[in-house]
């Protein structure tokens, strides 16, 4: 009788692998970032961790065996959900991984803003002694969280060390500790109106896509800032940048975009107000780390025979 098989397709250490046979005995694992090491055996794969688009046709096709996906990441955008409810296969996510770092990157950008040192880059860059301005807090101010969930909460606990007037907003509308007000979908532009900083950080669903457009930046004080962590599609990239040139909203700090990687001659680059970084907001050196702790509490149920009870993704909502 061969071995159960399960495909991980990324480049782990010796120690995480012996995790993993140790977790799952009897198993055969292959492991590697290399396209050789992988691809010829996913169509027996009954678990595979981590996703490439190529993976689809061996993974889902006549004869695939695959039973879990494990995704290396939180977002599950780009993979062909339908498809693999429709071969019933359970997918879980490293959703989990992303709080600290990305909530890190968000509070980065709004102090960047708060302390001018956006401004001061600049500056030292071309070698100019310049005042950065007037400067401010963000003790005091009020954030509004759209899309409360882990790294939301993780947000707004970070939020009330700074003293901050948090709102919040979630697909079901509960309320959660650290938010001062919590609404669903009907209360965001509330939200927008008095927000001084606005943090996105939803999953792209056919529900938000483009839930950012004119209408929203239009909501926004003037003097607010926009601060996008969450998956690109949900902002309008025109509209935003239409917003920023026409002052409806006083900047705006980005690591995700519709378009990626961003051109160069894009209009975001060139904007004094608005601060890029290249969809690196949820890296950290702990990555690896705790997203193989998802996996393999996963696995431990998965090889117990129960359903792995970490992050599983619901096709109707997309996340």
Not at 43 to 50: D, H, L, N, S
Not at 185 to 212: C, Q
Not at 219 to 232: C, L
Request: aromatic fraction near 6%; proline fraction near 5%.
């Amino acid at each position: 009788m061969s071995k159960r098989t399960m495909v991980i397709l990324q480049e782990l250490p010796e120690e995480t692998l012996e995790r993993i046979r140790l977790t799952a005995p009897g198993w055969e694992v292959i492991s590697g970032e290399e396209r050789a090491n992988w691809l010829p055996r996913l169509r027996e794969a009954e678990i595979v961790c981590g996703w490439k688009p190529e993976a689809a046709e061996r993974c889902l096709g006549e004869g695939a065996r695959l039973q879990w996906l494990q995704v290396w990441g939180a977002g599950v955008d780009k993979l062909p959900l339908d498809r693999l409810d429709q071969a019933g296969v359970t997918v879980t996510t490293a959703s989990g991984v992303h709080p600290y770092p990305v909530s890190e990157t968000a509070f980065a950008m709004m102090l960047a803003f708060s302390r001018g040192l956006h401004t001061a880059v600049r500056n030292q860059m071309s070698g100019a002694w310049l005042d950065a301005g007037s400067l401010s807090e963000i003790h005091g101010k009020t954030i509004g969280i759209v899309g409360v969930g882990t790294i939301g909460l993780e947000a707004a606990r970070l939020a009330k060390a700074f003293g901050m007037r948090v709102l919040g907003m979630r697909r079901s509308g509960e309320p959660a500790e650290f938010v001062d007000r919590m609404s669903d979908r009907s209360g965001l532009n509330d939200l927008l109106r008095e927000s001084d900083y606005v943090m996105a950080v939803m999953p792209l669903t056919r529900e938000t896509k483009h839930m950012f457009g004119r209408d929203q930046f239009a909501a926004m004080k003037r003097s607010a800032y926009f601060i996008n962590v969450s998956r690109g599609g949900t902002t309008d990239t025109e509209a935003l940048v239409a917003a920023l040139r026409e002052g409806e909203i006083a900047g705006a700090g980005l690591d995700v975009f519709e378009q990626e990687p961003l051109p160069a001659d894009h209009p975001l680059w060139a904007m004094d107000n608005v601060i890029v970084t290249p969809h690196n907001g949820g890296v950290t050196d702990r990555y690896r780390e705790r997203a193989t702790d998802i996996f393999l509490e996963n696995l431990t149920a998965y090889v117990e025979g129960r359903t792995p009870p970490l992050n599983r993704v619901d096709p109707d909502r997309q996340y």
